[in-house]
């Protein structure tokens, strides 16, 4: 089902960005219901990438939980889809308009939101999410899982972010987390805002255990 997502509120020029949680805190509850997972649009050069696209898209489906992610069709974002579709799994996906071209929008969705700019795009997963997962990506997919982070980080949700390290992919970002520690900028024990585990299983057991130990 193809459908646009609502309009971005705008207040004096700055898009207003306040209460991320409140859809899903009125009901007082903490159980997963549905997965954020952020992936690169390319299939990347380690066979494993892929495999692990599929792996969480398969194990999302299996355990009845919703899949949201970017809406491609193409590389990491395209096998993760599809192993979800294919495992009779709800997914949606969100979109900007300047990427709604046939190559790469994934038509074939539970639910495909579109929207005007890749800010609406990373609030509008925020909102319809209870947790995310993060697996090998470049830019697009660093951008999105530290914005998560950051608004983890100033109290905007409560929703764990964790890392997918497929063949230790994310140790670069992982070290480079301790080095802002001990340069000052990050304060100790906010590294911990960002959890990594080795497989997809592993990872979604670690983002269900931060979401069932949050108050509710």
């Not at 992982?174 to 299983?201: I, M, N």
Request: charged content about 20%; glycine content about 12%.
């Amino acid at each position: 089902m193809l459908r646009r997502g609502p309009p971005a509120m705008v207040k004096g020029g700055i898009v207003k960005k306040v209460g991320v949680d409140e859809s899903r805190a009125s009901s007082g509850e903490n159980r997963m219901r549905s997965v954020c997972v952020f992936c690169g649009s390319a299939p990347g050069s380690d066979p494993r990438f892929l495999q692990a696209a599929r792996a969480t898209g398969a194990l999302l489906a299996r355990r009845g939980l919703a899949l949201v992610y970017g809406g491609g069709q193409v590389g990491m974002m395209g096998a993760l889809a599809d192993a979800a579709l294919e495992a009779r799994g709800r997914v949606t996906g969100v979109i900007p308009r300047h990427l709604m071209r046939p190559e790469v929008a994934h038509t074939r969705l539970t639910d495909l939101v579109v929207v005007e700019s890749m800010h609406e795009r990373k609030w509008q997963m925020a909102q319809r999410a209870d947790g995310f997962l993060a697996l090998p990506g470049g830019y697009g997919t660093l951008d999105e899982t530290f914005e998560m982070v950051t608004w983890l980080q100033l109290g905007l949700h409560s929703k764990p972010v964790v890392l997918v390290n497929v063949g230790g992919y994310f140790d670069s970002v992982l070290r480079w987390l301790g080095h802002a520690v001990q340069s000052g900028f990050v304060h100790g024990g906010q590294e911990r805002l960002l959890a990594a585990a080795d497989t997809p299983a592993a990872a979604l057991g670690l983002l269900e255990a931060q979401r069932r130990s949050q108050p509710a």
